[in-house]
């Protein structure tokens, strides 16, 4: 039993990485209709600037992390500015192709700044919480505390805020949009940088647990697509409970089966078993949508 609920503790502390990463996709996807494949990659860069401060330049957590995270909000910037801005007018097929082009420029800035090795990075917490023989990292209860607040204060604010009800309003009707004083060039800044400071705390709550190297989030951000499949690519709650379950699935079917590079090819099988569920209708699909909004 004590070995079970380890194994499902690990689980849910990547399960609610995952999560983070998978709320961006969905905000991402809310307010622009675009399919992000940058979100691992963001984390990964963001990772690296905190292992920088943290682990190179022994800076303190609580002021490397703030660093962290400005840097992420100029990542979102720049996307917006140099990817996003220029393609606004093409189809979300096109500019969804683009996210995988800023993908290969933030894996070739990290291997040329850190060389791409693996390394470890430290944690915001070392402590560790016993209950018997059963341990959990101060780490994870972090990590899990921040995904639950980050997706409650993201479904307060698209639902009760002018800015949040904006976003979605954006991509469902554009011209309606810009008549209401919604700005487009601020919704998609507004939208990235959020996506972007949710990966960066991603990346360096997670890898601290695992190890930092240029894929390692590109590999989780595979997982964090099973996740948002179950949220409809519009629900929140939805997707964070979908990001939990997948993530303890994965841990629990790991620690049991020891198959070579089962842990790598999880979030693959995963997405695929639920296109299969789903009978491989899209995210975008009017009923998976209606179904998700009711949450």
């Known amino acids: 039993m004590t070995e079970f609920l380890q194994y499902a503790a690990t689980g849910l502390a990547g399960g609610f990485a995952t999560a983070l990463l998978a709320l961006g996709v969905v905000m991402i996807y809310r307010s622009t209709r675009v399919l992000s494949f ?9 990772t690296y600037v905190y292992y920088q401060f943290a682990t190179v330049w022994h800076w303190p957590a609580g002021i490397a992390l703030p660093f962290a995270i400005a840097a992420a909000v100029a990542i979102g910037l720049l996307i917006d500015l ?9 189809d979300a097929l096109t500019r969804t192709v683009a996210t995988l082009g ?5 894996l070739v800035i990290v291997r040329v700044t850190w060389h791409g090795g693996e390394t470890f990075v430290r944690p915001l917490s070392t ?24 997706s409650v204060a993201l479904v307060w604010w698209t639902r009760r805020t002018y800015t949040g009800l904006g976003l979605s309003a954006m991509a469902e009707d554009p011209s309606a949009a810009r008549l209401l004083g919604v700005s487009p060039g601020r919704s998609s800044a507004l939208t990235w940088v959020l996506a972007s400071v949710l990966a960066a705390l991603a ?11 240029p894929y390692q989030m590109t590999l989780l951000m595979v997982t964090s697509y099973a996740a948002a499949l179950l949220g409809g690519f519009v629900s929140l709650p939805l997707t964070l409970i979908g990001a939990v379950l997948v993530g303890a699935g994965e841990s629990l079917t790991t620690g049991y089966i020891n198959v070579s590079g089962l842990s790598e090819t999880f979030g693959f099988i995963a997405v695929f078993a639920i296109l299969l569920v789903t009978r ?4 975008a699909s009017p009923s998976i949508a209606r179904s998700s909004e009711t949450w």
């Open 38 to 46: 940058v979100q691992g990659a963001i984390a990964t860069l963001a």
């Open 82 to 90: 140099l990817a996003m801005r220029p393609l606004r007018k093409a």
């Open 102 to 106: 800023v993908v290969l420029v933030i």
């Open 127 to 150: 402590s560790i919480v016993r209950i018997g023989s059963f341990t959990l990292g101060v780490q994870q209860v972090i990590t899990a505390l921040v995904a639950v607040a980050a």
């Open 203 to 213: 990346g360096i709550l997670v890898t601290p647990l695992l190890v930092l190297n």
């Open 280 to 283: 491989g209708r899209s995210a």
